[in-house]
């Protein structure tokens, strides 16, 4: 259990932008892939604030300086499609792009200049409409594949503390303190069953099996845990909850 994926940090709760950097980009580098980002965007149908201020990024200066100045945000068929989508998938030039408009297509293919050839996104979902995204991106896309595919969980725990990070420090700004508001959960034992599970891996027919529930039943609880949670799914909900303590 010590080395399982929901276990390995790469930057603590209490650490600064700069440590949380670091560690994304720790994480990035030993997958063998180039850059990073991560950045929060408001629920679908608020375009005049799609994108948040304050995120994290390794993506190349100058890029990162013409992402802002265009807003490409607006634009970027990365940031649509997650916040359209529950699941990660991989985007890049060529079939990915054909279902966009010209302009959307233009900022990717604008990023090839940068070495930002093709990549991998991840999108996180806050139980209030809002949506977070790691994207990462190589040069090569074997080795995207190969840490897509092999490293999934790894990334995929990453994005769920960047987001954490990050709706923390925006909830702290709103409210002048050193957090955002949301008060302990306080979960049943069959919430923290139905957790710990998941973490596992199980299905919630695997887990209604060994707990002599029905898959409804933990489906029931799963959910009721992500929403104490403030997650919008029973994934998040069970990394947040091992995170603070819970499980």
Not at 61 to 67: D, G, L
Not at 118 to 131: E, F, H, K, N, W
Request: charged share 25%; hydrophobic share 40%; with cysteine.
């Amino acid at each position: 259990m010590a080395n399982t994926w929901f276990r390995q940090r790469y930057f603590r709760p209490e650490d600064g932008r700069a440590e949380v950097a670091a560690g994304l980009g720790r994480l990035v580098g030993g997958l063998g892939l180039d850059h990073y980002s991560f950045g929060l965007h408001r629920r679908p149908g608020d375009p005049a604030a799609l994108c948040q201020p304050g995120g994290l990024s390794s993506w190349p200066r100058e890029w990162a300086e013409r992402y802002a100045a265009r807003r490409y945000c607006l634009l970027d068929p990365v940031c649509d499609l997650a916040r359209r989508s529950h699941r990660p998938f991989f985007w890049g030039r060529g079939r990915f792009l054909r279902a966009f408009a010209k302009p959307q297509r233009r900022v990717l293919e604008e990023m090839t200049a940068f070495g930002l050839l093709c990549g991998l996104a991840i999108p996180v979902r806050c139980a209030r409409g809002g949506v977070g995204v790691l994207s990462v991106a190589a040069a090569d896309p074997k080795r995207l594949r190969v840490a897509g595919c092999g490293e999934h969980e790894r990334l995929f725990a990453a994005a769920f503390d960047a987001h954490d990070f990050l709706l923390g420090r925006a909830g702290a700004r709103q409210s002048g303190g050193a957090n955002y508001g949301r008060p302990a959960a306080v979960l049943t034992v069959r919430e923290r069953e139905c957790l710990s599970w998941t973490l596992e891996g199980r299905t919630a027919a695997q887990i209604a099996a060994v707990l002599g529930l029905s898959a409804h039943t933990v489906n029931r609880h799963a959910s009721s845990a992500a929403r104490k949670l403030d997650c919008a799914n029973k994934h998040h909900a069970a990394v947040r909850a091992l995170r603070e303590g819970l499980l």
